[in-house]
Each structure stands twice: as structure tokens, then as C-alpha cells.
């Protein structure tokens, strides 16, 4: 098994969380609630990054930042019709979930 991290995200509907995710090109893996009634927990993957969605209480802070780097900003970019700014180690833009969680996503400049 390789060893990696996997951030957790609180999203109040999973669902919904996962459609904004596939904007992205991520796809939903998993979910699991303990029962059908209960929170959702949720693992989307785009190719070898997931991120965990959660609907459980205490599970992840709101206004969390994860930077994902990607191999082609642009596409996203488009995707989300927002501006993409230079900086010295990549090509990056910033967007929101409409949970309030950032992510900063780049193409490296080298």
C-alpha cells in the first residue's frame, strides 16, 4: 500500500458537494452513512488525488484551503469563468465550494 494524505472537507449535502466536484473532473468512489438517515461521508477521486467529503459534524473546519496542482489550469479555468493569475511557481486560480472551502489550483511553470 503507498502512503498518502487525503483532506477531509465539511460539505452540508454531499450531493451536491459532488456534483460541484465534478466540475472539476473528479468522480464520486464511495459513500457511506451508518444508516440512511444519517450524515453521508463521501470519496471523490480526479485520476491518483481524492479528497473525503463530510456531512458529520466536527469532521473538518469551515474555510479550509487545499492547493491541488493539475496539469492544465486553463480547462478549469474556463470551466469556472474566472481569471488566471501568474505567480513565479505556476499558472493559478482560486475558487470556493459552496460549502466555503478554498482550493487553489495550479499548473507548474517549470
Do not use: K
Not at 480526479?46 to 496539469?71: C, K, Q, W
Amino acid at each position: 500500500m503507498d502512503e498518502e494524505v487525503i483532506p477531509i472537507l465539511h460539505v452540508e449535502d454531499a450531493a451536491a458537494a459532488v456534483e460541484w466536484y465534478e466540475r472539476l473532473g473528479f468522480a464520486a468512489q464511495w459513500e457511506h452513512r451508518f444508516a440512511p438517515e444519517l450524515p453521508a461521508f463521501v470519496e471523490i477521486a480526479r485520476g491518483g488525488v481524492r479528497l473525503f467529503l463530510s456531512e458529520h459534524t466536527g469532521d473538518a473546519r469551515p474555510d479550509t484551503l487545499i492547493y491541488l496542482r493539475v496539469r492544465d489550469v486553463d480547462t478549469i479555468a474556463s470551466e469556472f469563468g474566472v481569471r488566471i493569475e501568474e505567480a513565479p511557481w505556476a499558472r493559478e486560480i482560486e475558487l470556493c465550494d459552496p460549502d466555503g472551502n478554498r482550493l487553489r489550483i495550479g499548473t507548474t511553470t517549470e
